[in-house]
Antibody, heavy 121, light 108 residues
């Protein structure tokens, strides 16, 4: 069974840092783009960042550019999101999601269960 | 950035009825790279439809998608009790990928 499991969320003060991890099992990881999507409490979905299969291409939403860094380790079937200078508006459930197909233009086919990030003093 | 506007915000229907959800883009969606997701409370989203009209693996054929350019539709032909949820559209043809704000499908 294809599974993505996120970890690393928690409560952090404004200006602090967190590193999220996502481990894939039962799935071909290294051939697919990977993504982070977040959902603030009671709100809709917001794409955060994407990374290509070989890490050659990386994209960020304007709201996190310069503060967040996405990376992956294909040898460990793992995806990461380093989040620095956190703000209250970064509070959300963060989902790891694998692209549905190995082509560049692909929707998000497999999602993790999400990890909660709360930024509050 | 392409802004996606979904309507209605809330749709109240009964099991067995037909549901029609709309997603309008602020500019043309490249190559019809438009997807629909279903999300139930406390769960991650689930991919239903991609490339405007292709059903994802395991999705029942009561779900169908259509449209082109800036106007897209998700249709659920006969609502089952498990279909009541929030539905999001997403375009993935232009960066940044964007989502609509969601349509809540509730039991009447």
């Amino acid at each position: 069974e294809v599974q993505l499991v996120e970890s690393g969320g928690g409560l952090v003060k404004p200006g602090g840092s967190l590193r999220l991890s996502c481990v894939a099992s039962g799935v071909t990881f290294n051939s697919y783009n990977m993504n982070w999507v977040r959902q603030a409490p009671g709100k809709g979905l917001e794409w955060v960042s994407s990374i290509s299969s070989s890490s050659s291409y990386i994209y960020y939403a304007d709201s996190v550019k310069g503060r967040f860094t996405i990376s992956r380790d294909n040898s460990k079937n793992s995806l990461y999101l380093q989040m620095n200078t956190l703000r209250a508006e970064d509070t959300a459930v963060y989902y790891c999601a694998r692209s549905y197909s190995s082509s560049w233009y692909s929707p998000l086919g497999t999602w993790g269960q999400g990890t909660q990030v709360t930024v509050s003093s | 950035e392409i802004v996606l506007t979904q309507s209605p915000g809330t749709l109240s229907l009964s099991p067995g009825e037909r549901a029609t959800l709309s997603c309008r883009a602020s500019q043309s969606v490249s190559s019809s790279y438009l997807a629909w997701y279903q999300q139930k409370p406390g769960q991650a989203p689930r991919l239903l439809i991609y490339d405007t009209s292709s059903r994802a693996t395991g999705i029942p054929d009561r779900f169908s998608g259509s449209g082109s350019g800036t106007d897209f539709t998700l249709t659920i032909s006969r609502l089952e009790p498990e279909d009541f949820a929030v539905y999001y559209c997403q375009q993935y043809g232009s960066s940044p990928e964007t989502f609509g704000q969601g349509t809540k499908l509730e039991i009447k």
